[in-house]
């Protein structure tokens, strides 16, 4: 793309000003503007009247009167797809809050990464996961709070903590929640670190950055960067962040630390725990498009999924004995609006299970796919006790 003329873009900007509102007027646009033709995604050298919109529909979707014009005024018109999202700095208030950015506890002035949303083993209530170090003071305290980003815009009291492994989850109060990373799309479920893997991580100091795993022990891992020119792996304030891996997204580590390269013989390293001891010692999970509550006989138990949006959904609860559960609150449902379906029942209390040994299956379909998760029985098979 070579500069234009000054009179070139003044006819331009002028032919602008005079079919800017016809153009506006048009269904999904969000912006009209003059500038470079493109073609498959390449320029054309051609100048045009541009119509940003965002998404491009086939002709024959449109009535006549909707349609953009070829030309105006002997100037071509080009229909750009564009749909810009404003960048947040990880430091903001984020709603719903998400992994990769800041947190901190209200009693504190030094920030960390919340590094996701994860889900309470027994009820599937949705938590905050991050470190030890940055979720509470030292000794741990009750008035231990939990803000994103900080200072009055609460989130709520830490609720488990493991100081070993350096690992925490804190309740999320009234805030709306993702489980998304910033900048980096979701985890799609839990695995243990491999030598030689690949992984990725979103944190609030150095935001979006991989390596590779170089060094295992029973609870921990280490990770260097796998391109000599890539800057700092991670610096102080990404503890807590999640290492994935970047082959299938999977969650692998909880970053803790790092070194700086300078005073360790020129190897930048970090170091995390493994997810999986993490979600062990905290009795949390990790969702991979479908979870079920803890199984209490004589209590209420949940299963939550998530699938396309306004899909077709069913649920089939199959208790030890084969028998199919027929209790309320497990009619066939649709999805909501961003993929979300739950359904709640209450276990019966026979005494012909057995508590602890015995599981129930959930066999979910959701939007034509089907799959089958396991719980195991809890509590006893009498509400006396």
């Not at 003044?10 to 999904?28: D, T, Y």
């Not at 500038?35 to 006549?64: I, N, S």
């Amino acid at each position: 793309m070579d500069e234009i003329s000054a009179d070139e873009q003044a006819r331009l900007e002028k032919a602008l000003r005079k079919h800017r509102k016809s153009l506006s007027a048009l269904p999904n646009v969000h912006n009209v503007d003059v500038g470079f033709e493109y073609a498959d995604g390449c320029p054309t050298g051609r100048l045009a009247l541009r119509v940003h919109v965002t998404e491009k529909k086939p002709t024959t979707e449109l009535k006549r009167a909707e349609r953009v014009p070829e030309e105006i005024d002997g100037t071509p018109v080009d229909v750009i797809t564009y749909n810009p999202t404003p960048h947040i700095a990880r430091t903001d208030r984020f709603d719903p809050v998400r992994g990769g950015v800041q947190m901190m506890n209200t009693s504190k002035t030094s920030a960390g990464t919340l590094g996701m949303i994860v889900f309470d083993r027994d009820s599937l209530q949705p938590l905050a996961l991050s470190n030890w170090h940055v979720m509470l003071r030292n000794p741990a305290m009750p008035a231990d709070v939990m803000a994103q980003p900080s200072g009055a815009d609460l989130m709520g009291g830490v609720l488990r903590y493991d100081k070993a492994l350096d690992c925490a989850v804190c309740v999320l109060g009234g805030r709306t929640w993702s489980l998304d990373l910033h900048e980096l799309g979701s985890a799609s479920g839990q695995s243990e670190p491999r030598l030689g893997a690949k992984v990725i991580k979103s944190g609030l100091n150095t935001g979006v950055t991989w390596g590779v795993v170089d060094g295992v022990t029973a609870t921990t891992f280490t990770i260097v960067p796998d391109d000599p020119a890539m800057p700092e792996i991670s610096l102080g304030g990404d503890s807590g962040s999640v290492w994935i891996n970047r082959s299938d997204s999977l969650a692998v580590g909880l970053h803790r630390a790092g070194n700086d390269e300078s005073v360790a013989g020129g190897t930048e390293r970090a170091t995390a725990i493994r997810m999986n001891a993490v979600t062990s010692k905290l009795k949390v999970l990790i969702f991979d498009g479908l979870a079920v509550s803890t199984a209490w006989i004589g209590g209420t138990c949940r299963v939550l999924a998530r699938t396309a949006p306004n899909a077709e959904c069913s649920v089939e609860i199959r208790y030890p004995s084969g028998r199919r559960s027929s209790a309320s609150g497990l009619a066939p449902k649709r999805s909501d609006g961003t993929g979300w379906v739950e359904w709640t029942w209450r276990i019966g209390t026979s005494t012909a299970r057995k508590p602890g040994i015995e599981h129930l299956a959930a066999t979910v379909t959701l939007g034509g796919t089907t799959r089958t998760i396991q719980r195991k029985l809890e509590g006893h098979t009498s509400t006396e006790h």
